[in-house]
Every structure is written in structure tokens, then in C-alpha cells.
């Protein structure tokens, strides 16, 4: 389920992050937009910053897991082939 949620957030948050500030005129209107604009895309900055932190937070995490779990695999490997063999001496 985590798993899940991780890949919405990153397959949807590029695209909601997409908005850039585009100056359309000249006019004092059209700068006022573009001004108002580029000042909330610096207030969003921190927040960027954030996301990114918890998405390298947990992409860490999640190798750990990943390694642990290849670790586990390669024991009950190694157990099974060693029941195996005895299990195969036990028979010859």
C-alpha cells in the first residue's frame, strides 16, 4: 500500500509542479500577475525542498528494506539447498 501511494505522489507531483509564470504584456496588470506569481513560487521553494528530502528519506528506507529482504531470500536459499541435500543423501 505504501508502495502505492509513493508511486502516485511521484508520478502526479511533477505535473502539479509544472506551473511556471509566463509574462503575457505589458500592461501593469499583466506584471502585477507575473510579480504575484514569482513571489509564491519562492514561498513554494521550502516545500519543494521538503518533498524532496522525504522522497530521498524514503527511497533510503525503502533500499534498506530491499536489501534485508534480498538477504532474507539468500538465507532461505541456502537453507532450502542444505535441506535439499540431505533430504537427497538420506534417499542415496
Not at 534485508?68 to 536459499?77: E, G, R, S, T, V
Request: charged content about 25%; some cysteine; hydrophobic content about 40%.
Amino acid at each position: 500500500m505504501k508502495i502505492i501511494i509513493l508511486s502516485f505522489f511521484i508520478l502526479f507531483s511533477p505535473q502539479i509542479l509544472a506551473h511556471e509564470c509566463v509574462l503575457k504584456g505589458t500592461s501593469a496588470e499583466e506584471i502585477t500577475i507575473y510579480n504575484s506569481c514569482k513571489a509564491d513560487e519562492k514561498n513554494q521553494a521550502p516545500s519543494k525542498n521538503l518533498n524532496n528530502s522525504l522522497l530521498k528519506l524514503k527511497v533510503k528506507e525503502l533500499k534498506n528494506e530491499n536489501k534485508n529482504l534480498k538477504n532474507q531470500l539468500l538465507d532461505l536459499k541456502i537453507r532450502l539447498n542444505s535441506l535439499l541435500q540431505r533430504v537427497d543423501s538420506y534417499l542415496n
